[in-house]
């Protein structure tokens, strides 16, 4: 579950020296705080949904789930590094001035530091799964930390490692796109299902796998060279971006469908759905200049992705929050 790179516009640029940083600044650094919406979107989404089941808003539901999307999020970045370590060195080697920065290559931090505080994150999160399940009365949601841990241990380690193998864009789909913000919204609102559940997360599901997909465009050379297997490095870059450009059109389609439901408020998803629809133009304009190591381009064009996906989730979300807190919302 790979988090988009920082902006590559002028990336050399902004590598600073190891020695210049505070140790502050270092772990800041090497936490992209320029990736954090594309778990903290969903996040939210994830709490509405709960609200927007229950009726009831549930602050320490909020508190679990503020605390179990901060230690997936240092989880993931932390060992997606540490995972990425070799093929972002390769990166860094074949394109010296045209990526974006790499805590281990770079020297910011030292690969065991950066394993040991992931793993640290990834306790944390255990830890709060069982707390949560005991102190909220939410049967099952150990598991469920569980589940969220062993899918991204497939994704980067051994013996599965299917970002190296094929695969890893699938089980970001599954950990952004539906895990995330599921266990959110049991957090939040206490029902492990719910129809307004089924009705707007496989439009999610659908962005989080074109993100997925968009986060391979700038690495299609290293990664081949790396030996390392996603879409792009089997496919290519063109047809990728197509798949990206149809994802988003189908998530504004699986949308608009369920401002039909009776779960969904119509006047939350139809915006939604337009909001997708209108940003989806200008990443199909932006997209014939996002070729192979134009990373200039490639970064527009992630841009436009980025802000299609997190702006229409955005505007879901704060609709179904002050629906429900208005009592228009769905039970």
């Not at 539906?178 to 997360?201: E, K, M, R, S, T």
Request: hydrophobic share 55%; aromatic share 8%; net charge positive.
């Amino acid at each position: 579950m790979a988090p988009p790179a920082p902006p590559e516009a002028s990336p050399r640029a902004a590598v600073p020296a190891p020695a210049a940083l505070s140790p502050a600044r270092r772990w800041l650094y090497a936490l992209k705080p320029a990736s954090w919406p594309k778990l903290l979107v969903p996040a939210l989404l994830g709490q509405a949904l709960g609200y927007a089941a229950s009726g009831r808003p549930s602050p320490l539901g909020l508190l679990f789930g503020a605390l179990f999307t901060a230690c997936d999020l240092v989880f993931i970045v932390l060992l997606n590094d540490w995972g990425d370590r070799e093929v972002d060195a390769l990166k860094r080697r074949l394109f010296p001035e045209g990526c974006s920065p790499k805590t281990i290559p770079d020297g910011i931090l030292p690969a065991r530091h950066v394993l040991a505080a992931g793993l640290a994150a990834g306790l944390a999160l255990g830890l709060t799964g069982l707390a949560a399940e005991r102190w909220l009365g939410r049967p099952g949601f150990s598991l469920a930390a569980a589940l969220t841990l062993a899918m991204f241990a497939s994704y980067t380690f051994r013996p599965l490692a299917l970002n190296y193998r094929g695969g890893g864009e699938l089980v970001e789909m599954a950990g952004v796109g539906v895990v995330l913000p599921w266990a959110n919204a049991y957090l939040q609102g206490g029902a492990a299902l719910a129809p307004v559940y089924l009705a707007l997360l496989p439009g999610h599901a659908l962005l989080a796998l074109a993100g997925a997909l968009a986060s391979g465009l700038s690495d299609e050379i290293s990664d081949r060279a790396g030996g390392k297997s996603t879409m792009t490095t089997r496919f290519g870059n063109a047809p990728v971006r197509r798949a990206i450009e149809a994802l988003v059109a189908l998530g504004a389609l699986a949308w608009a469908a369920a401002a039909a439901s009776p779960a969904v408020p119509w006047w939350a998803a139809a915006p939604a759905a337009l909001a997708l629809a209108r940003h989806g133009r200008r990443l199909r304009r932006a997209s014939a200049a996002a070729v192979t190591n134009a990373f200039r381009e490639q970064a527009a064009y992630k841009a436009h992705l980025h802000r299609a996906a997190w702006h229409a989730s955005l505007w879901l979300a704060g609709a179904l929050t002050l629906g429900r807190a208005l009592g228009a919302g769905t039970a």
